[in-house]
């Protein structure tokens, strides 16, 4: 019998309160059903870099409609994912963890003897890919920690970069391991202006570089043109035979022909050529010329489908994806990016369903040359964390994010002019979402169900919200408007979105 047959998970949320001077910070609880039977699952990391024997707690269980069902006290658990601990209560959907004492490696504790609940700390400040020092935060940032955050104190405690609390007698951090002096080095402003400089230099020497080894590739050509067309001249006077003149001249026709732009005629010369001279290198080299022009960049991303066989792709740029065929040849989800040409056609358009039940799947890079996201793109992509798009992207179809649990945040670029409907439907982690100033119109059920999401960023004054399109966000309050108050008009706006009536309109 297979996993969802018996195994059902009733809820999986973040527990984002934090008791002051506590050296455990509870994560996420996630609520199983199993057959009949109910268990918790507590994940936890220690505020800094203890060594934590055990804690134990006290847990609040609730139903659906957050009425108290029942609690279990002093229930030991270990830092981590704990073992699962049974609910003796039926018809719980929700679980609170109160820490009570935790127990050290060395045998010292800390109490909690009032059993003072935990309370959400203040907003930590995002490292936005707009800010002008976001390329060296991520590039001084890569294998260190996860910099989404800007560290900084609170109350008796500093956050790190990648947002984990940690106490001030502990100077390295419980979830990622980075230090507090590390941090406060290597993202110092003045610090991360210089390495900006440095990267902008060695990108700059670097396209020098490949410039200088692209032009004397035309030189070198052009020298190897010159020996063979003397050889093949030579040749011809002694031994006067066609089947040196033919493969030269059409040789040397291909050149000219690639020289002209006139690319598909050139690649079908060179490879008919075969061994002849350089042909084959000289139609890998056309074939790279092509896709340069053909996209528009200076460096290109291209495959095809006998070198990639997860991939299919029509005559008008339509981009599919087989997922079994890729995880059958070993590939990773870690950093998934998608090529800018396959098999000699420009990528514009992500097919219907493209990485729908990909579970692992964390981070996605679209190439410059994809206009459309297609249709359920994304769904049920589970532990899918970022996404970043390309400079072309225009049209984002429907159902595009729904069930990507691990979305906290999402940016959508101001080159998007259409949000399908229920695009982020059910992504329950998410919490922020700035819509770029294409967007006008939010659509049905566009973030229903997103049960953290508490703010959004308009740049551009919005005309309509479609029904329910923030049904059961409870937690959403404000809007955030990147633009002149004069310019706001009240959309026009469906039932079922009393969280968006009711939020907190700001200017910036």
């Given at each position: ?45 220690p ?18 409609k ?24 039926a ?27 935990g ?20 590039v ?7 910099a ?62 490949i ?47 690639a ?29 790279y ?17 006998k ?30 990016i998608?090529p ?15 990485f ?5 799947l ?108 923030f ?12 633009f ?25």
């Open positions: 019998m297979s996993e969802n047959e018996t195994v059902k998970i009733v809820s999986d949320r973040p527990q984002k309160e934090w008791i002051p001077g506590c050296p455990v910070q509870v994560k996420q609880i996630r609520v199983v059903r199993e057959n009949d039977a109910l268990s918790a699952v507590i994940t936890s990391v505020c800094g870099g203890f060594s934590v024997r055990n804690y134990t707690a006290d847990i609040d269980y609730t139903g659906a957050r009425q108290n069902v029942g609690r279990t006290e002093a229930v030991t658990l270990t830092v981590g994912e704990s073992a699962p601990v049974d609910v003796p209560f018809d719980v959907v929700y679980a609170y963890v109160t820490v009570r004492s935790v127990t050290f490696a060395d045998g010292k504790t800390w109490t909690n003897e009032s059993g003072t609940r309370k959400i700390l203040p907003e930590q400040d995002i490292y936005w890919q707009t800010d002008p020092l976001y390329n060296a935060i991520r001084e940032c890569s294998g260190v920690t996860d989404k955050y800007k560290p900084d104190k609170v109350d008796g405690a500093w956050r790190c970069a990648c947002g984990q609390v940690n106490l001030d007698e502990s100077g390295t951090c419980g979830a990622c391991g980075c230090s507090l002096d590390w941090l406060n080095t290597h993202l110092d402003p003045a610090y991360l202006e210089e390495r900006s400089r440095e990267i902008a230099d060695k990108t700059e020497k670097e396209a020098v570089k410039k200088k080894k692209r032009e004397n590739r035309v030189s070198d050509t052009t020298k190897m043109i010159l020996i063979f067309a003397a050889l093949g001249l030579v040749i011809a006077l002694v031994v006067l035979t066609v089947t040196t003149f033919i493969p030269l001249g059409r040789y040397n026709k291909a050149v000219s022909l020289a002209d732009g006139e690319y598909d005629e050139a690649i079908a010369i060179f490879t008919d050529l075969g061994s002849f001279k350089d042909a084959s290198a000289m139609a890998a080299d056309t074939n010329k092509k896709a340069q022009a053909i996209t528009g960049l200076e460096e290109v991303n291209m495959t095809t489908s070198k990639s066989p997860w991939f299919s792709i029509t005559a008008d740029g339509i981009l599919s994806f087989k997922k079994d065929e890729y995880e059958d040849r070993g590939g990773t989800w870690e950093h998934f998608i800018d040409v396959v098999d000699n056609v420009v990528v514009r358009e992500l097919d219907r369903n493209f729908m039940n990909c579970k692992e964390i981070a996605v890079t679209l190439s410059d040359c994809v206009e459309v996201v297609g249709e359920q793109c994304f769904y049920n992509c589970e532990k899918l964390e970022a996404v970043y798009f390309g400079k072309n992207v225009t049209t984002i179809l429907p159902r595009a994010f729904i069930n990507c649990y691990s979305l906290t945040e999402m940016e959508i670029p101001d080159t998007v002019t259409t949000l399908g409907l229920r695009a982020f439907n059910n992504c329950i982690k998410l919490n922020k979402v700035v819509l770029g100033s294409g967007i006008t119109e939010i659509g049905s059920y566009q973030f229903s169900l997103c049960v953290e999401l508490e703010r959004i960023t308009l740049k551009s004054p919005i005309t309509s919200v479609g029904e329910f399109a049904s059961e966000c409870g937690k959403f309050v404000k809007i955030h408007c990147r002149a108050e004069s310019a706001w008009t009240e959309p026009a706006v469906s039932e079922g979105n009393e969280a968006f009536a009711a939020a907190e309109v700001l200017f910036e």
